[in-house]
């Protein structure tokens, strides 16, 4: 199993801002996801989060958008960059060990 | 068309009643299966995974057929605490990378 820590667990911020959130794995997972979920929505992957190379972005998201980055084995941030209120959504880090683990989630809401 | 697809639903049911929720994937690449479960304002945690052979967990049995691309899930006995909603996921590794792509969900509410 996995216990995965994400904070913020929530923020309001400003339209044009960015918002870094770090997700923390409590062992090393070699695969870690970032998924979107906007409300009454399922979750929608955004990128996967490799460790020691460039995140895979799924179609629609883009790297200057949302920049991700793996410095270990355990930890990854995900940044919301130049934000609008569509960027309104909670966002889930997730590990894979197995099964897929997820955070609680950072619940984010763009004025 | 989604690659995932479930009836989002609402299905209330009362106390003791079966319910079944159905599933359907387009993408023939895909490896595993599974339900998951989210309860609101909380995140999705593992219900079951799905097995070609069909597999039970106590009240819940998942089935798999593969030449239909279709997943079911039944749940006998429905408790209070089973109202959540309920996504299929579909694993898969068509371009190198494992991919993990969940449906909309079907909300279950249980009621006395």
């Known amino acids: 199993s996995a216990v995965i820590s994400q904070k913020p667990s929530r923020d309001i911020c400003q339209r044009g801002t960015s918002l870094t959130i770090q997700c923390q794995v409590d062992?090393?997972?070699?695969?870690m996801f970032w998924y979107r979920q906007q409300p009454g929505q399922s979750l929608t992957l955004i990128a996967t989060?490799?460790?020691?190379?460039?995140?895979?972005?799924e179609s629609g998201f883009v790297i200057d958008k949302f920049p991700i980055s793996r410095p270990n084995l355990t930890f990854s941030t995900l940044t919301v960059s130049n934000m609008s209120p569509e960027d309104s959504s909670i966002y889930l880090c997730?590990?894979?060990?197995?099964?897929?683990?997820f955070g609680e989630g950072s619940r984010l809401t763009v004025l | 068309r989604k690659e995932v697809e479930q009836d989002p639903g609402p299905f209330n049911v009362p106390e003791g009643a079966t319910v079944a929720f159905n599933c359907t994937y387009s993408?023939?690449?895909?490896?595993?299966f599974f339900w998951y479960r989210q309860d609101c304002r909380k995140e999705p945690k593992l219900l079951m995974s799905?097995?070609?052979s069909g597999n039970e967990d106590g009240r819940f049995t998942a089935q798999l057929n593969r030449a239909s691309q279709y997943i079911s899930l039944l749940i006998r006995d429905s408790k209070l605490s089973d109202s959540a909603t309920y996504l299929c996921?579909?694993?898969?590794?068509?371009?190198?990378?494992?991919?993990?792509?969940f449906g909309t969900g079907t909300r279950l509410l249980v009621s006395p």
């Open positions: 997730s590990a894979l060990t197995g099964e897929l683990f």
């Open positions: 062992s090393q997972v070699t695969m």
């Open positions: 989060a490799n460790q020691g190379s460039e995140a895979t972005y």
């Open positions: 993408n023939s690449a895909s490896q595993s």
């Open positions: 799905v097995y070609s």
């Open positions: 996921v579909v694993k898969r590794a068509d371009t190198g990378f494992q991919k993990l792509v």
